[in-house]
């Protein structure tokens, strides 16, 4: 990022990311800070995204949506029997041999399905993705204007935990034993608000995210108190 910031600064070139989740944004914002030679900006599409793509330039240039290079696809398949989640998709792009920071958000409603990708892979994706889970699918290119507003829902659970040490939390999560969580988080295949976590102690929140690879993503909704035993209560959610 150092490079890319001088390459602009003093080189006046253009420099343009993949797709970055919230802390790696935050991150460059830390490091880029408030340089008046250079300007930063992000974008995935909608804004509603959460994973969006960076532009770097002289501070004398400006930056129209067109310069992300960001194509949206609307997913055609049968809705009326089949459901589509967000891990079916992700998957499926996942097996096309496509790098996670190649395409941004995945877009879902009642009845549409939505992904935002990388242009210079559109094509590729667009000729090879043709199945998702067990639905035949067809993917049209729609203007980035045509994104629908994602839901937003977790299935919500209540449980007891002796405390707020992330191997717990996990454990209770995804109702894994302790003993199958610790070399998850010890091998770094747990993220905390977008940041792998490698402690089994680390202490989480009220509002955290959490996401454990191949098992999805996760929200500590609520703290609603202590039990009589002096355990936490707390509503957890998991992203369907």
């Known amino acids: 990022m150092l490079e890319w910031q001088e390459a602009v600064a003093v080189r006046h070139l253009e420099r343009l990311s993949d797709f970055l989740d919230p802390r790696q944004q935050q991150i460059v914002r830390g490091i880029i800070g408030h340089d008046d030679d250079v300007s930063l900006s992000f974008s995935g599409g909608s804004r509603y995204a959460e994973r969006c793509r960076m532009r770097l330039v002289p ?4 930056t129209a949506i067109e310069d992300y290079q960001l194509t949206l696809f609307d997913i055609v ?4 029997f089949v459901t589509l989640e967000h891990r079916d998709v992700l998957g499926a792009m996942m ?8 395409f941004g958000d995945i877009f879902l409603s009642e009845e549409t399905t939505q992904i935002v990708v990388a242009t210079e892979i559109a094509d590729y994706v667009e000729l090879n993705l043709q199945t998702i889970g067990k639905a035949t699918v067809r993917l049209n290119r729609i203007s980035l204007s045509e994104h629908i507003k994602p839901k937003d829902e ?11 040490r992330l191997d717990v939390v996990i454990a209770q999560m995804y109702k894994l034993s302790r003993t199958k969580v610790t070399p998850l988080i010890e091998k770094g295949l747990v993220k905390v608000n977008w940041k792998v976590v490698d402690k089994t ?5 009220e509002g955290d995210y959490l996401s454990v690879r191949h098992y999805g993503r996760s929200k500590v909704l609520a703290i609603e108190g202590m039990t009589k035993k002096e355990k936490y209560r707390l509503r957890l959610g998991r992203k369907r």
């Open 201 to 205: 102690d680390f202490l989480i929140a």
């Open 59 to 62: 501070s004398y240039l400006e």
């Open 154 to 164: 977790w299935d919500e659970v209540t449980v007891t935990a002796s405390s707020m």
């Open 77 to 80: 398949y049968p809705s009326k």
């Open 95 to 102: 097996n096309l041999g496509v790098k996670r920071e190649k």
